[in-house]
């Protein structure tokens, strides 16, 4: 086959775990034949700073002519604590989401044997725990209206959903949860927000279509809870906007570093495949960051974008040695044991998978 990639790595450690991911994109399609193009766009602060917009007109034209986008990271302290900055780097992840149409992130939560003993949460508990969330990714508050009255002494933000949002997602939730463990747990606020009753009543005239997945409702709170004291309960979770970005933090957690969760983002046009972790800005540069979560990123674009699931196993499976022979970054070395480079696990990833 043959592919272009457009490559968006953003800020903070965003090139350097792209690199890394791109390594071992390089390694897979040499090793099964496929040709592959890479293009390049500006995105968060970076293309700020050289266009004074985060998402510009060009970028979204080469997510446009790319059959996937390896996108890295946006963000930069130096908007962080400036409530009144005009443009932010965010922006751009949020125009592209909406641009692209990108409805759907999912984002996957596995654990590794040998790293379930790194989570926060008591081994039993989360050893075999293996679930997907689907988190809606352009509705809700993000893009409702929003704004300021009395003079910006009062703030609003509105949690706005229209039907056909919502069957898109749940639609494309119930096709996942039939080719998993068929079990679908709608994750709402219903005993409060309308937004979340037309979830809930939207999802209950949905559910008889697919009488082969169990279908559940819980509200965002006791799912929060959940995660933690019984990771294993959920197969697939869908949510809207808002609580998908918090519960997906908090899903992290189960597999023992937020360094290891990778996403997709898919809907109307290009794909979009990124770790979770965001910026990191701390590690910027430093060539300590985690790649693993990019690479396994680079792993479901092979799946999802080109239907190649050999490619994308090749590159589980050299993830999942790297974790087993210790080739990790600082935040997965145990105490005592050699931390490597950012670059070094891209390396021995991408060997891994030229030698195997
Ligand atoms: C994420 C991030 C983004 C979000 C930020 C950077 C805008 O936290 O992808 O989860 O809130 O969606
Ligand atoms: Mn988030």
């Known amino acids: 086959m043959k592919f272009k990639i457009a490559k968006l790595p953003g800020d903070g450690i965003g090139p350097e775990v792209v690199e890394q991911a ?30 004074g917009d985060a998402y ?64 926060p949460l008591k081994e039993e508990l989360v050893d075999g725990a293996d679930f997907l969330c689907m988190r809606e990714l352009t509705g809700g508050m993000y893009f409702g209206a929003k704004g300021r009255e009395d003079n910006g002494d009062t703030a609003y933000d509105t949690n706005l959903y229209h039907r056909y949002e919502v069957e898109r997602i749940l639609k494309l939730s119930y096709e996942y949860a039939r080719n998993r463990r068929k079990h679908l747990t709608v994750v709402d606020k219903a005993n409060v927000l ?49 609580f998908g970005d918090i519960l997906t933090d908090e899903a992290s957690c189960v597999s023992g570093s937020m360094g290891l969760l990778a996403s997709a983002s898919v809907g109307e046009h290009t794909s979009v495949f990124e770790p979770i972790h965001g910026s990191y800005p701390q590690a910027a540069g430093k060539n300590i960051a985690n790649p693993l979560a990019t690479i396994l990123s680079a792993a479901m674009m092979f799946e999802y974008a080109f239907g190649l699931m050999e490619e994308g196993k090749a590159i ?31 390396d021995w990833v991408a060997d891994y998978i030229s030698k195997n």
């Open 56 to 119: 510009p007109q060009e970028t979204h034209e080469t997510c446009l002519n790319a059959d996937a986008v390896l996108f890295g990271a946006v963000g930069d302290p130096k908007y962080d604590n400036n409530p009144t900055a005009k443009v932010r780097p965010e922006q751009g992840l949020l125009a592209m989401r909406k641009q692209l149409g990108l409805f759907a992130n999912l984002r996957p939560v596995e654990t590794f044997k040998s790293l379930v003993h790194k989570s």
């Open 194 to 242: 309308e937004s979340s009753r037309l979830w809930r009543q939207v999802a209950q005239e949905m559910a008889p279509q697919y009488p082969d997945v169990e279908t559940d409702y819980m509200y965002v709170d006791n799912a929060a809870m959940k995660l933690i004291t019984g990771p294993k309960f959920f197969d697939v979770l869908v949510t809207e906007n808002t």
């Open 22 to 51: 791109v390594k071992a994109v390089d390694a897979i399609c040499a090793k099964f034949g496929h040709e592959v193009e890479y293009s390049f766009g500006y995105v968060g602060a970076c293309a700020i700073d050289k266009y």
């Open 316 to 346: 589980r499976a050299a993830v999942a040695a790297s974790i087993d022979a210790n080739i990790v970054t600082e935040d997965l070395a145990a105490p005592g044991e050699k931390k490597y480079s950012t670059s070094e696990v891209g």
